[in-house]
């Protein structure tokens, strides 16, 4: 690891993944870094986007290991920049920084963002939504890949994009935020094709949806947002079809759009939207393929669904020359309580319909905070443990 910082206070060093590792030294050390996993766990919560996520906390050790915000900026960026930076942070994020000066900015060229650092002495204040009495209902949300045994890649890609009412959106793999919310997108996508540019489709896919979502002005309609899958669709043939040394490109898209109490799921491909609600799993998806149908016609079993050859022979997916695609898609409203989970064939693969619904059950029963984050964890251990042949991901996310 390359040292950044080496002081009396702290030492701070980036590893090869460009991870930030940060051990608290000196006086109060113990306290200091108490303190900054908490303001960092509650910018998350807020969805400050210019802000380091907090990756591992270890607090037993003074130590914590954070997402790195680019470099710093001390010497050049303009005072009313820097002061305007410190306050946003506080008005609109409610977060006071205890040294509110050039030396705790960076600029990461990855976001085009400057970004503000260095929370172990900063102070949590309360944000107006905390006074409203409107709601007291969180999203939470978490979500985790694993490279299956028999691939060079993982093919797989994830996506938790969370936006709030201000227009500030962050992508981060777990988090919570007060509902409701602007908006939200949690989806999944896996490459079709073997290794043969599976993970470039995926993770192109999901991107293009993300950076849509983004810029969106306003809110979208069931009908808008499957509009932008077409186009999402038409992307990935035309970024196929500019490089004719390129694998046809092609992946199965499932995901949530969630905006204020109203939830739009879609999907194109095997990939699965689930549901628990009041301890029932409704799978509210459906495959794209025959053997899929011919199951829930009651045409086969469960089991003979599962070991069937062309299980995995799906008719329509994002990209793969397919000049239109016909995603499954519906609306509802959400209810308070409600658990959703997106994922790929992978978890299918290792666990059954009814293990699926007593897993999330159990786990839900646990008095932790981070009942989602819980719940991500024991089904994919679960379904690697059982088969893993396959890329295994999902995302989960309840209102609570």
Known sequence: MISLKDGIRSLVRIDFKGRVHKQFRGTE????CANEIKVLRVLEERACPNVPRLLEAMPEENYIITTSCGKPVEDSIPRKKSDSLFRE???KFGVRHDDPEPRNITYDGAMGKFCVIDFELAEVLAMPEEHS???SLRLQWAS???????????QDSHLCLY???QGHAMRCEHGEALLPCHQALFAVSDGVGGNNGGEFASSLVLSYLANEIKEAKGSLTEKSFIKLLHE???NVNLRAEQNPHAPQLAA???GIFLQDDQII???AGDSRVYRLREEKLEQISNDHNFAFRSWKKGEISEMEFRMHPRKNQIFDCMGGGHSTISPEHGSEKWRPGDLYLICSDGIIDGLAETKLEWLMNKTLCSLDHSRAQNICNELLGQAVANDGTDDTTLVVFQIC
């Not at 050390?29 to 200091?32: G, K, N, Q, S």
């Not at 985790?144 to 993982?154: E, F, I, P, Y």
């Open 29 to 32: 050390a113990t306290e200091r």
């Open 89 to 91: 942070l506080e008005e």
């Open 133 to 135: 009495g409107e709601s």
């Open 144 to 154: 985790d890949s694993r490279q299956g045994r028999r691939h060079l890649t993982n």
């Open 163 to 165: 936006k709030n009412s």
């Open 232 to 234: 999402t669709n038409s």
């Open 252 to 254: 199965t898209y499932a």
């Open 265 to 267: 799921w879609a999907n």
